[in-house]
């Protein structure tokens, strides 16, 4: 089965970093969505409930990460999709905020594609029905 993704980060070249990733290997012909804040990024995660991950960068315009986890938490909007909190200085105090707003698991900038990789299989592993 394809999946899908989607990104919501401002900085263009991360934009390109996960296209590469999500290319290749296992995840070739995946199907990603992008955004550049966390409005549109919002906006995006309502009109697909078959995401298969969201990487949500914390530090953006318009809605910030935690914004958009707290405006999801408060409307109940598909809480079976994992999001990976994308931050940069990866703070205990940043990750316990977006721990309890709903946050599934954390990616510390700069990353290597392998770490988003192994996220994208825990989050496959976890989607997988029991038969
Ligand atoms: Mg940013």
Redesign the pocket.
């Known amino acids: 089965m394809p999946h899908s993704f989607l990104v919501i ?3 263009k070249l ?1 934009h390109q970093m996960y296209r590469l990733i999500f290319s290749r290997g296992a995840l070739a012909g995946s199907t990603v969505h992008y955004a550049t804040n966390g409005r549109e990024g919002y906006g995006l995660l309502a009109a697909h409930p078959e995401l298969t991950l969201v990487l949500l ?4 315009p318009e809605m ?1 990460g935690l914004e958009v986890l707290e405006r999801r938490r408060a409307e109940g909007l598909h809480p079976h999709i994992p999001i990976v909190l ?1 931050t ?1 200085e990866g703070s205990a105090e940043d990750e316990a905020r977006g721990r309890s707003a709903g946050a599934w698991e954390y990616l510390r900038k700069p990353f290597q594609p392998a770490d988003v990789e192994h996220l994208v299989m825990r989050a496959l592993a976890k989607a997988e029905p029991i038969a």
Do not use: F, Q
Not at 57 to 60: E, F, Q, V
């Open positions: 980060d401002d900085s991360h960068d914390l530090n953006m910030n994308v940069t």
